[in-house]
T-cell receptor
Framework: GEDVEQSLFLSVREGDSSVINCTYT??????LYWYKQEPGAGLQLLTY?????DMKQDQRLTVLLNKKDKHLSLRIADTQTGDSAIYFC????????????FGPGTSLSVIP | NAGVMQNPRHLVRRRGQEARLRCSPM?????VYWYRQLPEEGLKFMVY????????ESGMPKERFSAEFPKEGPSILRIQQVVRGDSAAYFC???????????????FGPGTRLTVL
């Protein structure tokens, strides 16, 4: 079935790099996404990667995709306190439209 | 271009009352999705609608919940006879019409936080 898993918590020091990992089960996913949710707010699309790519870089964000292992990661360089949030990994579902399946979210805490 | 808008942002209801949540998609978007986020959990898909049609409601409880996306006006998620377990954040997302399969990213609204007393 469709399932996305993430570790629930991550704590890093300000200035260090953060790596948030995700595994998914649907090998037919076309896009994989990372969303950020700040406390009491909605979801903000951070970045996404097409399934035929291995890596995508966008300023401080680097997304790595290992399609063979169905493993996705989000690296945040020079992590700042403003990066503290919940990060959701998500994939397309199996259906012919854009039903997105979310992971449980990783709560990132940045220690000053 | 305004983003996805949801109202109200916060809604308090007593058990047995009705809750109506509204979502206005981004301009030019004709696909709407509703998700529910229970406290300290991830988002769960509820329903996917296009204008005047429900495409997939597999994630929506069979009873008390209904959704619509009329030709004119916002999409409405309606919860009848609310219970405490309905307390959650309800997010709406929209995407444009492509006709080309699973290529469109969904853009999320700020959510409606429903509290059932």
């Amino acid at each position: 079935g469709e399932d996305v898993e993430q570790s629930l918590f991550l704590s890093v020091r300000e200035g260090d790099s953060s790596v948030i990992n995700c595994t998914y089960t649907d090998s037919s996913s076309t896009y994989l996404y990372w969303y950020k949710q700040e406390p009491g707010a909605g979801l903000q699309l951070l970045t996404y990667i097409f399934s035929n790519m291995d890596m995508k870089q966008d300023q401080r964000l680097t997304v790595l995709l290992n399609k063979k292992d169905k493993h996705l990661s989000l690296r945040i360089a020079d992590t700042q306190t403003g990066d503290s949030a919940i990060y959701f990994c998500a994939e397309n579902g199996k259906t012919s439209y854009d039903k997105v399946i979310f992971g449980p979210g990783t709560s990132l805490s940045v220690i000053p | 271009n305004a983003g996805v808008m949801q109202n109200p942002r916060h809604l308090v209801r007593r058990r047995g009352q009705e809750a109506r949540l509204r979502c206005s998609p981004m301009k030019g978007h004709s696909h709407v999705y509703w998700y529910r986020q229970l406290p300290e959990e991830g988002l769960k898909f509820m329903v996917y609608l296009q204008k005047e049609n429900i495409i997939d409601e597999s994630g929506m409880p069979k009873e008390r919940f209904s959704a619509e996306f009329p030709k004119e006006g916002p999409s409405i998620l309606r919860i009848q006879q609310v219970v405490r377990g309905d307390s959650a954040a309800y997010f709406c997302a929209s995407s444009p019409q492509t006709g080309q399969g699973r290529t469109d990213t969904q853009y999320f609204g700020p959510g409606t936080r429903l509290t059932v007393l």
